[in-house]
């Protein structure tokens, strides 16, 4: 949990926590074990904050959207657990990774388990024609996830794949998950189309301001911070976009650089230092905070006219300001 | 596609296929090649058909239910994918599996993409109510899958788990999913509960009876027949009902034969020879077929007071025969 998040919302994580342990079960299962080990001790819920902050914003309660904001939360640890499966990634949130402690079938089953857990949820919840409709919203998003995912594989270590092809899977990766759960709870809540697709595109915008502040973790924090380690995306070769616009603004000697680092074979803590030479000349790291502030703002603008969204105008900046 | 299910539905098959590339997409992405390569050539179909012939058995009609069947199908392909990463096996239905042919990462994702394709699928077809409670039934047979397979890589090298535990391994891998896509298709033709309840427990007696049938396909089928190789549960050390009702009635040196086999070192195929040899001399190939036609028994027991219900009963007679 991160200060950014928990701070305004003393009320909705206690219960939050409460929902997420009463749907997966209480751990009388190695399936329900892992799965609990993914979810506890949680990370920010940005998601399924963003849902009950959504829902409230038109008018209706947290309580409402409950279920189903526990609901994409597990989605969202699922996608995780299986992420680190691809990654290999040994660290998730300070801690071994499921796939580290339990293995790669048990990780790729408690991840599919966590899918069905959230989906369980989603489905649970009040009147049938909003609970399908914010499911087919959610269920969307996480096809395109899957897209992103599967992009992602195929631009690994590739630094000439372009800008436009990192923002494509950030918004496929994340952005149309934080967009659904905002839809999603403003759905839930019985909002008119304007005010529910208002909220989608503050949501998507919330999640690109915050997965661009992701990718420039590993340049600005520490380890002990991020709860991850920073040389993740350096060793499996992921052009991220710092990398990218670094490429783009490098002269001739730093392109050279960065493409022999993304051939592999630097051991990984040599080139994220050298990595991170590059992006400081090339100013690459202030280009891409500047591009996660833009989108923080596009973000807050979607909010007009909605009757209560003080709290949402408040995280879309602090996503955008993020150091954690 | 096998001989006993397409034999009566000529007409759902190809109603079926093209409802399926309609679902996933015309393999413009290496998601959709992936997803496509999985499904296509397509394997028995026998989930999405018992959802059909489930609802044309109410007096409903399989056009009502394709899109929810097609899901079905998805969905339970998805799990194969899985499946393959989880026992690395390189073939599938005859060919090189997902993972053999695209990779852990690529099979990870494709299977990803497959459940919230057939999952989206689920949620499009007809009015609110009974798609979200046929899609509850649905996501709940799929997290009883998820419990058995994590069962399954608990118990893997274990002859001691006894028959019940496999038993349970079996009801909760193959059962949930074939009760829930006839429950779900008489649900969404509109049939009452006593009705949908009774085609839920045939499709689970019919699942078990194909699931005993599939466990003995090594011992008693060529590989070019079943599309799979024989050895693979041996390499896999997974003990199945065979296995264990031979361990069940074996003298102390078969049992002792046994243990050693699964305790693995020996090579698959001596080790599936020396299996069968004591499957043969323990009458547990003859005992399994024998549940297997009892259970088959239990599902046409169901079928009574339907209005059309030959078809079903065809079906749940050939899961229990099949040699194939």
Redo the contacts between chains.
């Keep these: 949990m991160s200060v950014a998040v928990t701070s305004a919302d003393g009320t909705h994580i206690p219960l939050l926590e409460a929902e997420l342990l009463r749907r997966v079960g209480s751990g009388d ?3 329900e074990l ?1 799965c609990l080990d993914a979810l506890f001790p949680t990370g920010k819920l940005l998601r399924p904050v963003l849902c009950m902050e959504s829902a409230e914003s038109v008018g209706g309660t947290a309580d409402q959207v409950l279920a189903f904001a526990a609901g994409i939360e597990c989605l969202h640890v699922a ?1 995780l657990v ?1 992420d680190d ?2 990654d290999q990634d040994p660290v998730r949130r300070g801690r071994a990774s499921t796939i580290e402690q339990y293995g ?3 990780a ?3 991840g ?2 966590l ?3 959230g ?2 949820a989603l ?2 919840c009040g009147p ?2 909003p ?2 409709h914010a ?2 919203v959610t ?2 998003a ?2 395109h ?3 992103g ?3 992602e ?2 631009i690994r270590g590739d630094l000439t794949c372009g800008v436009p092809t990192v923002l494509d899977v950030m918004r496929a990766k994340t952005a149309a998950l934080t967009g659904a759960a905002c839809q999603a709870g403003a759905i839930l809540a019985g909002a008119p189309p304007r005010q529910h697709q208002a909220l989608r595109r503050y949501g998507e915008q919330l999640g690109m301001a915050f997965q661009i502040r992701d990718d420039l973790l590993p340049y600005t924090a520490e380890d002990r911070i991020t709860g991850k380690t920073a040389i993740s995306d350096v060793a499996n070769l992921q052009p991220t976009l710092p990398v990218l616009l670094a490429y783009e603004a490098a002269d001739e000697t730093d392109r050279d650089r960065l493409t022999a680092l993304f051939h592999g074979g630097t051991d990984p803590v040599t080139a994220h230092r050298d990595i991170l030479a590059v992006l400081t000349r090339t100013g690459a790291l202030a280009k891409a905070a500047r591009m996660a502030s833009t989108c923080a703002e596009q973000a807050r603008a979607e909010l007009t006219g909605l009757p209560r969204s003080t709290r949402l105008a408040e995280l879309a900046t602090s996503a955008a300001d993020r150091q954690y």
Tied chains: 1, 2.
């Design positions: 299962s190695l399936l892992a996608s299986h499966i691809i790669l079938a048990e790729l089953v408690a599919d388990g899918s069905m857990a989906l369980a489905l649970s049938a024609e609970v399908l499911a087919r269920v969307d996480l096809r996830m899957c897209q995912l599967m992009r594989t195929e």
